[in-house]
Every structure is written in structure tokens, then in C-alpha cells.
């Protein structure tokens, strides 16, 4: 009996380090569960932009969200061909996911990029011959909002094509900004200032690098 109730003993112990261990570990990484690396800091923005074709002369960069819960760029050029009757499909140059039909942060290159050509992403032709259009994926006019993932992707992109293109600041701008029929988009939930200021931060960055050199 002794024995019997030594091993039960032990048991009990053992039991219950086990349930601290458990618990020590689930507190560590529970916060982590769930999170996901943007697929971004493994592209290379340079190559994914590159192009065969002579480039345009982009004056200004126009931001979008899709209005929709998900969706990728695939899904949105089938709409725009056979619903809008767009011949050249996709309305946009890049389209960044939600992680809700393409990658979180993943960026994808449009039709529109690769030819070098106009989008249809305003209803004024004008600003479509001269502006780079990039779409969200997400609703942004409701509780929703660009992930981390979304906007890091977005300050990355933006800063390298107002490198490449010599874009100022003030030609970045919200769809809703276009001179045009009236849009929310790309919503009153889209942190534009935080775009503005990853941007400002990288053109003082360059700006000391290039003072360097």
C-alpha cells in the first residue's frame, strides 16, 4: 500500500510539472500563433517591377482598396474583362493581399505593369495615362483595415517606384483625391498619414545616402 500510494504521489508531481510546462509554454507562444511573416522582405522589388518593354513616364501614384473582403489579382482582372468589358482586364498596376485569395503582403504584378500601359483605375483618363495604380485588398470604408503585412508591402512598393519614377510626396495620393465622380475609396479606415511618413522616412534616408556619395 505504501508503495502504491508513493507511486501515486509521484505521479501527481509529475502531472502537475507537466501542466506548468504546458501552461509556461502556451503563455509564450500564444502571442505568436497566427502571426505571419510578410512574403515581401523575401522578394526582390527591383526584379518583381522589372519590365521588357520601354518604360512610362509615371507622374504620380494612386491608392486603391478593392471594396471586398478578399480576393487577388486573378479574381479582380476576370471581373474587370468580363463584367467591366475591359480589354486589357485587371484595372490596376500591382494589387497587395489580405492573405484572403493571394499571400498577406504579397504583392502582384498586373498586365497593365508588364506592357507598360494606362490603367483604369480612375474614371479620369488623364491621371490613368500618368499614375501607377495599387489596390488593397480589403474594404477600408468599413471596421476593416490594411494588415501590417499590407502596409509594409505598400511603403516598400511606393517608395521604390517614387525612387525609380522621381515621384514626389504630394503626387501620392488617395483614389478619392482624383478629380472625378465622387469615391470613398480607398476608404476612411485607410492610414494614409502612416504611408506618407514611411515615405518621408525613406526620402530622408536617400537623400543622406546620395549626400554621402
Not at 489579382?73 to 468589358?85: G, I, L, N, P, S
Not at 499614375?131 to 521604390?160: D, H
Not at 483614389?175 to 492610414?191: E, L, M, R, W, Y
Request: with cysteine.
Amino acid at each position: 500500500m505504501v508503495k502504491i500510494m508513493g507511486i501515486t504521489e509521484r505521479h501527481v508531481r509529475i502531472y502537475a510539472l507537466v501542466k506548468i510546462a504546458v501552461a509556461i509554454g502556451l503563455f509564450i507562444t500564444l502571442p505568436f500563433i497566427g502571426t505571419k511573416k510578410p512574403v515581401t522582405d523575401l522578394v526582390d522589388i527591383d526584379s518583381l517591377c522589372r519590365v521588357e518593354v520601354e518604360e512610362n513616364s509615371w507622374r504620380q501614384i494612386v491608392i486603391h482598396h478593392s471594396a471586398t473582403n478578399g480576393g487577388d489579382a486573378q479574381a479582380f482582372d476576370t471581373y474587370h474583362r468580363e463584367k467591366r468589358k475591359w480589354a486589357n482586364g485587371l484595372a490596376y498596376h500591382f494589387v497587395i493581399g489580405n492573405g484572403s485569395g493571394s499571400k498577406d503582403g504579397e504583392i502582384e504584378v498586373g498586365d497593365r505593369w508588364t506592357k507598360q500601359i494606362h490603367g483604369a483605375h480612375t474614371a479620369n483618363m488623364s491621371i490613368n495615362r500618368i499614375a501607377i495604380g495599387i489596390c488593397l485588398v480589403g474594404n477600408f470604408e468599413e471596421e476593416q483595415a490594411p494588415t501590417q503585412n499590407q502596409m509594409k508591402s505598400l511603403i516598400r512598393l511606393v517608395n521604390y517606384l517614387s525612387d525609380r519614377y522621381h515621384i514626389p510626396k504630394s503626387n501620392l495620393i488617395k483614389h478619392n483625391q482624383v478629380a472625378q465622380k465622387s469615391t470613398a475609396c480607398p476608404g476612411k479606415n485607410f492610414p494614409f498619414q502612416t504611408l506618407l511618413n514611411g515615405v518621408s522616412a525613406f526620402q530622408v534616408q536617400a537623400a543622406q545616402v546620395h549626400t554621402k556619395h
